[in-house]
């Protein structure tokens, strides 16, 4: 199972094996998120209302003259984000997108999570999702 970010597949930044299956999880992607991946799991995003919260409280940060990392990583650390989004990953709308993916990587498919942040530089729910799937393989 691999992670990246869609920049990373459009410039060519990532190397994944022929065939792997790029999962998007994004909950409100935009229109040219889809031509990156093969398909999109909105389910495994974060909760909508928590993500709103998650970017008020980001921008907040940045209005207080945080660079866009350090105000992404401060509200992650303020709003529990783990937390929540693992709480998230137990409930009844996310299941059904969990065991497919599991079956998919115990069945030996190569698949790639995708969003939208570089986590050489910010934190990512798809690294919380990737060790949660990895742990029921």
């Not at 059904?96 to 998919?104: E, H």
């Amino acid at each position: 199972m691999f992670d990246t970010y869609v920049a990373a597949l459009q410039h060519d930044l990532v190397d994944l094996p022929q065939g792997t299956r790029r999962v998007g999880v994004v909950r409100s992607p935009t229109p040219w998120f889809h031509g990156a991946v093969d398909e999109n799991r909105p389910a495994l995003g974060p909760p909508s209302d928590f993500l709103e919260e998650f970017q008020s409280r980001e921008e907040s940060f940045k209005l207080d003259g945080m660079c866009e990392e350090g105000a992404h990583n401060a509200a992650w650390e303020e709003l529990d984000f783990e937390e929540t989004y693992r709480d998230h990953l137990t409930s009844g709308e996310v299941r059904a997108s969990m065991d497919d993916l599991v079956s998919l990587l115990q069945a030996g498919e190569d698949v790639a999570l995708v969003c939208y942040e570089n986590t050489d530089q910010k934190r990512c729910h798809r690294t919380i999702l990737r060790e949660e799937l990895r742990s029921r393989v």
